[in-house]
């Protein structure tokens, strides 16, 4: 069973960065597409950015493209979450996922995923 635990949220300005990170269990963390999702106060989750187990895909929400990158260590089985150019509607819950299918390019919904971590709170100032 994965166990995903993600790190590195806070409170940012607008215009700044942040960079999430992601822990997982399991020797087979490299197998495993890895995507972030979010959840703001009263609206749905959402698909933010994903990687693919082979590193050589990714998918991104509209929203985050050219701020938002997204890497992999498979070495410290570890996924990152690089933000940039922070807006306040970027403010929300953020959400490690594990799709252990070996699924490409990543899947961008959340019923595609296996394993959740259990958040880390993001808020943008303006």
């Known amino acids: 069973q994965v166990q995903l635990v993600e790190s590195g949220g806070g409170l940012v300005q607008a215009g700044g960065s942040l960079r999430l990170s992601c822990a997982a269990s399991?020797?087979?963390?490299?197998?495993?597409?890895m995507g972030w999702f979010r959840q703001a106060p009263g609206k749905e989750r959402e698909f933010v950015i994903a990687?693919?187990?082979?590193?050589?895909?990714?998918r991104y929400a509209d929203s985050v493209k050219g701020r938002f990158t997204i890497s992999r260590d498979n070495a410290k089985n570890t996924v990152y979450l690089e933000m940039n150019s922070l807006k306040p509607e970027d403010t929300a819950i953020y959400y490690c996922?594990?799709?252990?299918?070996?699924?490409?390019?990543?899947?961008?919904?959340?019923?595609?995923?296996?394993?959740w971590g259990q958040g880390t709170q993001v808020t943008v100032s303006s």
């Open positions: 399991g020797r087979t963390f490299r197998r495993y597409t």
């Open positions: 990687i693919s187990w082979t590193g050589g895909s990714t």
């Open positions: 996922a594990a799709d252990i299918s070996l699924t490409v390019p990543p899947g961008t919904g959340a019923s595609e995923y296996d394993a």
